[in-house]
């Protein structure tokens, strides 16, 4: 059977998922629909107020990393080669089959908060709002941990890029 990829992207201190978009099920993801020129879809999962504010101040610092707060999910929109958008960073391809894919799509679809209606509404930039709470033990990087055990991937939660990183080395392609 044919593999599929699953990029895992590496941004400073946040960790994304990217897939191609003709790869993603009808049935799900239905905000692909605001990027309808991009190739992939990096999807990321944070804070709200941390990780939409290009500046955090001491307070948002603080409220994300001590304090239950509401989450949000991050949509780019990525055309040709996601390493051209992400310079820099050691993007990881894993090669998976279509069920696992779709288990993977399946968890970062249910972290959207979509009220019954068919997409979520968008908050601008990418942005969107999410179900779950953020908090000190279930960060970025804690939720790509767990996109990636939705594929069938041996990887534990890690509260660091580098605690997941280290994990997913071994399972890349090369």
Same mark, same amino acid.
């Given at each position: 059977?044919?593999?599929?990829?699953?990029?895992?992207?590496?941004?400073?201190?946040?960790?994304? !998922?990217?897939?191609?978009?003709?790869? !993603?099920?009808?049935?799900?993801?239905?905000e692909?629909?605001d990027?309808?020129?991009?190739?992939?879809?990096?999807?990321g999962?944070?804070?709200?107020?941390?990780?939409?504010?290009?500046?955090? *101040?001491?307070?948002?610092?603080?409220?994300?990393?001590?304090?239950?707060?509401?989450?949000?999910?991050?949509?780019?929109? $990525?055309?040709?080669a996601?390493?051209?958008?992400?310079?820099?960073?050691?993007i990881?391809?894993?090669?998976?089959?279509?069920?696992?894919?779709?288990?993977?799509?399946?968890?970062?679809?249910e972290?959207?908060?979509?009220?019954?209606?068919?997409?979520?509404?968008?908050?601008?930039r990418?942005?969107?709002p999410?179900?779950?709470?953020?908090?000190?033990?279930?960060?970025?990087?804690?939720?790509?941990?767990?996109?990636?055990?939705?594929? *069938?991937?041996?990887?534990?939660?890690? !509260?660091? $890029?580098?605690? !997941?990183?280290?994990?997913?080395?071994?399972?890349?392609?090369?």
């Amino acid at each position: 059977p044919a593999k599929l990829s699953v990029l895992l992207v590496p941004q400073g201190g946040h960790t994304g !998922i990217a897939v191609r978009r003709a790869d !993603i099920p009808e049935s799900l993801l239905s905000e692909r629909r605001d990027f309808p020129l991009a190739d992939y879809l990096e999807f990321g999962w944070g804070d709200r107020d941390f990780y939409m504010t290009e500046f955090p *101040g001491p307070w948002v610092t603080f409220k994300a990393a001590f304090l239950p707060t509401r989450s949000v999910v991050h949509v780019a929109g $990525v055309r040709g080669a996601p390493a051209s958008s992400f310079p820099g960073s050691e993007i990881l391809e894993l090669r998976v089959s279509r069920p696992a894919l779709e288990g993977l799509l399946r968890y970062v679809h249910e972290t959207f908060a979509r009220d019954g209606r068919g997409a979520a509404e968008p908050l601008g930039r990418g942005f969107y709002p999410g179900r779950e709470t953020f908090h000190l033990l279930r960060t970025c990087n804690v939720w790509t941990a767990g996109a990636l055990r939705a594929a *069938g991937l041996p990887v534990r939660n890690a !509260i660091t $890029v580098e605690g !997941i990183m280290t994990q997913v080395r071994p399972l890349a392609a090369r």
